[in-house]
Nanobody
Framework: QVQLVESGGGLVQPGGSLRLSCAASGRTFNSSPMAWFRQAPGKEREFVAAISWGGGRTSYADSVKGRFTISRDNTKKLVYLQMSNLKPEDTAIYYC?????????????????????WGQGTQVTVSS
């Protein structure tokens, strides 16, 4: 079992930056790829970024590539999403996800169904 708690969301102007954090508890965190997904009103939850459990590989959605950076600290059981040059279309609830299956040290699953554990989400609003 993994419990996840996101924080760091808020209101930011276009072009601004935010850093989201996801605090994890549970024995399997250090062997789980981690990911950020987001869900805007009226839309399905979509992939944003993923990081392998070793931390050496990352994947990004095309819409955020070059603007967002995912990272993790396995000693502290934290996952981060650094977001820069934010746009109004980035407005959504951001969720942290963890897997329940075993993956290779370099795997970065991007599909929603790969993730069994979710936090409660943190709201990000980009508006002037």
């Amino acid at each position: 079992q993994v419990q996840l708690v996101e924080s760091g969301g808020g209101l930011v102007q276009p072009g601004g930056s935010l850093r989201l954090s996801c605090a994890a508890s549970g024995r399997t965190f250090n062997s789980s790829p981690m990911a950020w997904f987001r869900q805007a009103p009226g839309k399905e939850r979509e992939f944003v970024a993923a990081i392998s459990w070793g931390g050496g590989r990352t994947s990004y959605a095309d819409s955020v590539k070059g603007r967002f950076t995912i990272s993790r600290d396995n000693t502290k059981k934290l996952v981060y999403l650094q977001m820069s040059n934010l746009k109004p279309e980035d407005t959504a609830i951001y969720y942290c996800g963890a897997t329940s299956r075993t993956y290779s040290i370099i795997s970065t699953p991007t599909g929603l169904s790969n993730y069994a554990y979710w936090g409660q989400g943190t709201q990000v609003t980009v508006s002037s």
